[in-house]
């Protein structure tokens, strides 16, 4: 059950992700898009993070997806239609490239490189508490600074927008 | 725990089944079909349509669009604050207090440079 249900979310997920990019028209792109961080929301549920699982909905289908579609309106993509995809060289490369990411990750998560620390909440803790109490908890105690940090990010993020979207205005 | 978001799921999938079956099988089945010209033009708001649909649209669309993200994150934060706010204590009201504080410097700002208004 649990492991079909893997299978099928993993499978949405890559089929939406290649739809994202095979799609001329950019706004059907951003619709894939929506459904790949749908299922992947789906696969953060499935490792017990469902505080994860809820932003990725939020913010990401949500808020994120919004912001695309406006970029996507504003850039007027009416060419980007019509042009056909080069082969050749392009391919190559391509190719060659994913080549290389694929054994990286490989490397990465079949040779033992990533082994986490086990930390003070164990799964079993986790699920008692609560997902979204031991984030908290953790977040405002031990990782303090970089959540401060964040709020001077999004702070540089209005900032910037404005200042080149002014300039436009103007 | 995994059976209330079982129910969610199978919430989700009658609800695209039930839009799919009443959309594409019974309201096909039901309808009429007797299609003209007048009835198949892009209905917008009862005037003819004037040019495409792919206009540019103005960047202050983007402005509100990135202003809502930045308090959407906010309150993404403040969710897990207030869930775990009666083990933290008065001193996780301060940094939220700080968070919320830097963040109403950015509202401040778009708000003064007129990037809400809508002219």
Redesign the interface.
């Known amino acids: 059950m649990e492991l079909g249900l893997f299978i099928v979310l993993a499978l949405v997920a890559m089929a939406s992700a290649i739809a994202v990019i095979i799609q001329r028209n950019p706004v059907y792109s951003a619709l894939y898009l929506i459904l790949t961080f749908l299922s992947l929301a789906g696969l953060y549920l499935q490792l017990q993070a469902q505080f994860i699982a809820a932003i990725q909905v939020i913010v990401y289908a949500g808020a994120i997806m919004v912001l695309f579609l406006f970029v996507i309106m504003l850039l007027d993509l009416r060419k980007e239609e019509q042009r056909a995809v080069k082969g050749g060289y392009q391919l190559l490369i391509g190719l060659l490239l994913a080549a290389i990411l694929l054994g990286e990750l490989g490397l990465v998560f079949g040779g033992g490189v990533l082994k986490g620390v086990p930390g003070e909440f164990s799964p079993e803790k986790v699920s008692a508490l609560g997902n979204t109490q031991v984030v908290g908890r953790l977040l405002f105690t031990d990782f303090l600074l970089p959540f401060e940090l964040t709020s001077v990010i999004l702070l540089v993020a209005i900032v910037g927008a404005i200042v080149l979207a002014k300039r436009r205005l103007d | 725990?995994a059976a209330d978001?079982a129910y969610v799921g199978l919430f989700l999938l009658v609800g695209i089944l039930f839009v799919v079956f009443t959309i594409e099988v019974l309201s096909r089945l039901l309808r009429p079909s007797r299609p003209n010209p007048e009835k198949l033009s892009t209905y917008e708001c009862g005037e003819r349509p004037i040019g495409g649909s792919?206009?540019?649209?103005?960047?202050?669309?983007?402005?509100y669009?990135?202003?809502?993200?930045?308090f959407?994150?906010?309150?993404?934060?403040l969710?897990?604050?207030?869930?775990?706010?009666h083990?933290?204590g008065f001193?996780?009201f301060i940094?939220?207090m700080?968070?919320?504080a830097?963040?109403l410097?950015?509202?401040a700002?778009?708000w003064k440079?007129g990037?809400l208004e809508w002219v």
């Not at chain 2, 792919?54 to 402005?63: A, N």
């Not at chain 2, 959407?72 to 934060?77: H, I």
């Open positions: 725990m978001y792919w206009i540019q649209f103005h960047v202050r669309y983007y402005l669009a990135l202003v809502y993200i930045v959407a994150v906010e309150t993404v934060f969710f897990p604050w207030a869930v775990a706010f083990r933290l001193f996780a940094e939220m700080i968070f919320i830097i963040l410097v950015g509202l700002y778009a440079k990037a």
